[in-house]
């Protein structure tokens, strides 16, 4: 089965810049999340969607980040206007959701931004 | 925030020798994962254990969890140097939205 599919593997831009990233889950998973991972930590959850809608965007920065999941299928993730900080590496991940009682995620190759 | 945290922050071992993480973590959850973490790659599922679960195993892998302790740990038999990376517990705290809470890490290297 095909895996969860990221665009684009690395971006530099400057700050105050826009960027946007995009994910493509696997077939039939119904929990896509974005994680933000800075060097040397652990992965920090941004948004977490079922299906179309959003379940959780607590930690997402709503001033500057925004993200949507059109037919809950594909996702983007965009930073408008990036800072400094935001250099990281964004993962995508998906998994079969919580109807199924199985929480197994399967994550992208991420998309390593750095923001000058 | 971190739900989990993982102990030690950093562990190096010779190829053949066991390695042991261990993972605290704060509130109620209905189960608790590891993921390995190539340099510079994407996360890889390794186990899960559910809450009413003490003990689980997969291959060189075995993961224990105490519910009491609110703690994990993941014992790696028998390493190579194929293991050398980055392991995180990531729990799915009860009474959310299935979440997947991960904790800061554990880098294991494996010298050959």
């Known amino acids: 089965e095909a895996g969860v599919a990221q665009s684009p593997r690395y971006k530099i831009i400057e700050k105050r810049q826009s960027v946007a990233f995009w994910c493509n889950p696997i077939?039939?998973?119904?929990?896509l999340y974005w994680y933000q991972q800075i060097l040397g930590q652990g992965p920090k959850l941004l948004i977490q969607?079922?299906?179309?809608?959003?379940?959780?965007d607590s930690q997402l920065p709503k001033d500057r980040f925004s993200a949507e999941r059109l037919k809950g299928v594909d996702s983007t993730l965009k930073i408008q206007p990036a800072k400094l900080e935001d250099s990281a590496v964004y993962l995508c991940?998906?998994?079969?959701?919580?109807?199924?009682?199985?929480?197994?995620?399967?994550f992208g190759q991420g998309t390593r931004l750095t923001v000058v | 925030s971190q739900q989990g945290e993982e102990d030690p922050q950093a562990l190096s071992i010779q190829e053949g020798e066991n390695a042991t993480m261990n993972c605290s973590y704060k509130?109620?959850?209905?189960?608790l994962q590891w993921y390995r973490q190539n340099s510079g790659r994407g996360l890889v599922h390794l186990i899960l254990i559910r809450s009413n679960e003490r003990e689980k195993h997969s291959g060189r892998l075995r993961v224990t969890l105490d519910t009491s302790k609110k703690s994990s740990s993941l014992l790696i038999t028998a390493s190579r140097a194929a293991d050398t990376a980055s392991y995180f517990c990531?729990?799915?705290?009860?009474?959310?939205?299935?979440?997947?809470?991960f904790g800061k890490g554990t880098k294991l290297t494996v010298n050959p």
């Open positions: 077939s039939g998973h119904a929990t």
């Open positions: 990531a729990t799915d705290p009860q009474g959310g939205s299935e979440k997947l809470v």
């Open positions: 509130t109620s959850i209905n189960n």
């Open positions: 969607f079922q299906n179309n809608g959003v379940v959780d």
């Open positions: 991940a998906s998994s079969l959701g919580f109807v199924t009682m199985n929480t197994e995620a399967f």
